[in-house]
């Protein structure tokens, strides 16, 4: 079983094991090569070469046994032609060093799954495909480089391990795999020891050798795989909402696992039945469980102006069905992505990797689909029942395709919706400032304050400090808070104080682009917002934290506004975060209605009618036998027939 351990626990074992293989009769010990040029892999028939090595040659094992094993972990998503799944390994090319070794040698070229997907740390787990091949000089002894070709698809879904088991029963010595001159990374490449020690481990011992030269050559999405789903949808194919939403590689997966349910709007743009619905999300942690099933269901809108909480979000269901799309369709993209609990409120950034396409498609003359009319709004609600929720979560995938309103989340049965903002990490600057029994300015601090720090505004008294927060947009709203300490300057005189935070309004940032905060000298009515959060005629310790927000927009600008006499604010921290909206990836396809076609009314018993089947009127009266309705009247269900 594949384990991790710390590294300085790992170097000891493993010396502890190479001191065991030494009295066993096993030993393995690096040896580097004083000069040697550069090779190249042969030609594949794969349009897809994954591969770490330079190609140099620099150093060997001496000591591969019968049992050992080194492999590799390699990622198609790297691949230029996405998505990359399922991907067929055509071939394998290596060369191996020749120090006096016995030849001809039997090696496996093996394949392994992932233990975790999206964490190569975690190492090799179970055996994917297997091919032994006979290694004799002329082929693949250096300089040469072989090329081992899979008789049958050996096809992966994900990220993998491969490499070579020395399986020769002979008595050796072996010849080794050979290293380039490159720095490994250590959670990439991995030693199976037999014998002394049954186990994988990714640790290289002094000095370090660099990757195996191993070259994997396969296909994307090859149809000796199997391809994709018939209904896997991918960029450029055809759709029919406003636009597809893509999933945001480096975004979040919001939790949406039963009882918590999701939903986002669309806008239909060709009226007709539904036939495909495709969505993306992943596993909290990376843990992933099994799904029983989702439920899917579509639902009026209800627009932000009928809404007391001013967002629009779903209303009456007007379609729900349970599908089960299987596990889907991984990727592995280069990012992390975080996950986000709505009704929690955890948020954990760079939680996991991979994440899924899920697709569910139906026949078009489906009685069970949904139809809907262009130019109107629908929402989509997605939510899983996973097989141990307690144990693992799934989450449905943010896009940075954003349109109209948030995305919402309700738990069933109650379905009050709350929209979704998305996470963000708050930046923060310290302050300070102090103030005379006069009303005097004696000094004060900002950190990573604009310009000269502390600004007096005569208006209305405030002295101000500006602090940068992220560009304007509309789209987006800033909240945040303010604390601070504060003490009389001096304690005989009367002390009066008010804390305000400012912002840099819409029209300032419209008006005047790239002018900086808005200084001393404009009108403080247009261009200034401002809230008082706290005021006190005498106040000793701390303050706070005071929130705010700022929901119409995301200022450039955000400022501690003070007034007063007699204090002393030593130290003190603004909170401000940019809050931008949540959108989740989907697609939304399905066929037009075709314009001599209509609802037939049939019975395939030759009872009354039951059943509803859109096509045309011969195919309906002729061939079905059924009652034709008209042309483009629907089957909403069987309502049409009833």
């Known amino acids: 079983m594949p384990k991790k351990f710390f590294v300085l626990i790992m170097a000891f074992l493993l010396v502890l094991a190479i001191m065991i293989m030494a009295d066993t009769g096993e030993r393995l010990k690096v040896e580097a090569v004083a000069e040697w040029g550069s090779v190249q892999a042969p030609v594949s028939r794969g349009p897809c070469t994954l591969a770490y090595t330079n190609g140099s040659f620099i150093s060997y094992f001496s000591g591969f046994a019968l049992g050992m094993q080194n492999v590799t972990y390699f990622n198609p998503a790297t691949c230029p032609d996405l998505p990359p799944y399922p991907f067929e390994i055509t071939d394998f090319s290596f060369t191996l060093y020749d120090y006096g070794a016995q030849w001809p040698v039997v090696v496996d070229v093996v394949v392994y799954d992932m233990t975790v997907q999206g964490d190569s740390c975690a190492g090799p787990g179970a055996e994917l495909c297997r091919i032994s091949v006979t290694c004799d000089q002329a082929t693949f002894m250096l300089p040469a480089v072989g090329m081992v070709t899979f008789p049958t698809p050996c096809c992966v879904n994900g990220p993998f391990y491969i490499g070579l088991e020395y399986t020769d029963p002979g008595n050796g010595p072996f010849p080794s795999i050979a290293y380039d001159d490159l720095v490994a990374d250590t959670c990439t490449n991995y030693f199976y020891y037999s014998g002394a020690w049954n186990e994988w481990n990714d640790i290289w011992t002094p000095p370090a050798p660099g990757y195996p030269m191993f070259w994997v050559n396969g296909e994307t999405r090859s149809p000796n795989c199997g391809s994709t789903p018939e209904c896997f949808w991918e960029p ?53 469980g099994e799904i029983q099933y989702f439920v899917l269901s579509f639902h009026e809108d209800i627009p932000a102006e009928q809404n007391p909480d001013g967002y629009s979000k779903p209303g009456i269901t007007l379609w729900e069905m349970e599908v089960s799309p299987g596990g889907g369709t991984p990727f592995d993209p280069p990012t992390m992505e975080g996950w986000y609990d709505p009704a929690t409120g955890e948020e954990l950034w760079d939680n996991h990797q991979a994440y899924f396409q899920y697709d569910v498609c139906f026949e078009p003359d489906d009685p069970n689909n949904f139809y809907q009319d262009s130019g109107t709004i629908y929402w989509l609600n997605i939510s899983a029942v996973v097989a141990n929720p307690q144990e693992t979560q799934w989450g449905w995938k943010s896009t940075k395709d954003h349109w109209n309103d948030d995305a919402v989340w309700a738990f069933w049965g109650e379905l009050n919706w709350i929209d979704i903002w998305e996470p963000a990490q708050p930046l923060a600057n310290a302050w300070g400032i102090t103030i005379d029994p006069m009303g005097t300015f004696l000094g004060g601090f900002g950190e990573d304050a604009y310009g000269d720090g502390w600004y007096f505004y005569p208006q209305e008294d405030w002295w101000n400090i500006w602090f940068y927060d992220h560009p304007f947009d509309s789209t987006r709203y800033k909240e945040g808070m303010i604390y601070f300490d504060i003490f009389p300057m001096d304690p005989g005189q009367p002390m009066w104080v008010e804390v305000a935070v400012n912002w840099a309004t819409d029209l300032w940032s419209t008006e005047f682009p790239d002018m900086g905060p808005p200084l001393p000298g404009v009108d403080e009515h247009l261009y200034i917002g401002r809230q008082i959060l706290w005021q006190s005629d005498y106040w000793e310790g701390p303050v706070g934290p005071l929130p705010y927000e700022i929901l119409d927009y995301n200022p450039e600008w955000v400022s501690v506004d003070v007034r007063g006499w ?21 697609v939304i396809t399905g066929e037009p209605i075709v314009a001599d076609s209509g609802a037939c009314c049939v019975d395939p018993t030759g009872g009354p009618p039951s059943s509803c089947i859109y096509t045309t009127q011969t195919e309906c009266e002729q061939v079905l036998g059924g009652f034709y309705q008209g042309n483009g009247v629907l089957c909403a269900g069987v309502e049409a027939c009833c």
């Not at 009882?259 to 039945?273: E, H, I, N, S, Y």
Request: proline share 8%; charged share 20%; aromatic share 10%.
């Open 236 to 288: 450029g194919d055809p759709h029919k909402m406003h636009f597809p939403q893509l999933p945001d590689e480096a975004g979040w997966d919001v939790n949406a696992t039963q009882p918590m349910v999701l939903a986002d709007d669309f806008m239909c743009m060709q009226t007709g039945p539904i036939t495909d619905i495709h969505w993306w999300g992943s596993w909290r942690d990376g843990i992933e």
């Open 566 to 586: 007699n204090f002393d604010i030593p130290g003190g921290i603004i909170e401000h975060i940019c809050r931008g909206s949540l959108d989740l990836a989907f």
